[in-house]
């Protein structure tokens, strides 16, 4: 049993890490579809927020793992314990979304707690409209009113700067340059000077008009970490 555990402990060490996905506020775990699609052969776990009636599954992995997150799914990673991540690769993310006194590129809090508001009488307004900003006119199914207002809390509230300057595994930003949510500036004020910053010529839901470029600078990533 002592060996068969050993060999076991060996190839757990030598197998390629899990790639979790983690997708944007508004959206759900199909964004990753296309993307996912193109990762194979390799472990891709999509995590799922539950915004629109799907059972949340947000639980990470217990061995090493590649977060990649789109938008505030991004941001929500540099809030979880890191210890086993090898990379955080974000998609149109940012450390901080909000406009405050030392950070003046931010969005205005405002136009999230106006949403908020309006999501508890016309949730699939709000989503349409949100989705239309930012150019995508998809479908999606019924809005949970209440997961929604609580990811945009987290939004409004969340600041990871200090944790992406200090955290351990490299992180890796890909940013569109016709992103109408996260524009240039503000990407430049989170990531810029702090860690590896690329741009695409793209919009805000890259996973889902840019797949395959997507795929590539997270397999270019996966290259130079694990030769």
Known sequence: MTGHHSDRTKENAGEAPELVLMHGWGYD???WDDVASLLTPRTVRKLEAGYFGAAPCLALPTRPFIAIGHSAGGLWFLKQNLTLCQAVILINSF???TRGEDFPLGQAPAILARMSRRLATAPNDVITLFRKNIGDTGTFNDPVSD???SGLADLAACDARYQARI????????AGSDDPLVPPPLSRACFENLHHLAWAEGDHVLPRTQPHLCARFIRNILDDLHP
Do not use: D, E, V, W
């Not at 955290?167 to 890909?174: I, K, N």
């Open 29 to 31: 775990a199909t964004l």
């Open 147 to 149: 997961r929604l207002m």
């Open 167 to 174: 955290m351990t595994p490299p992180l890796y930003a890909l």
């Open 95 to 97: 450390t901080r979304f």
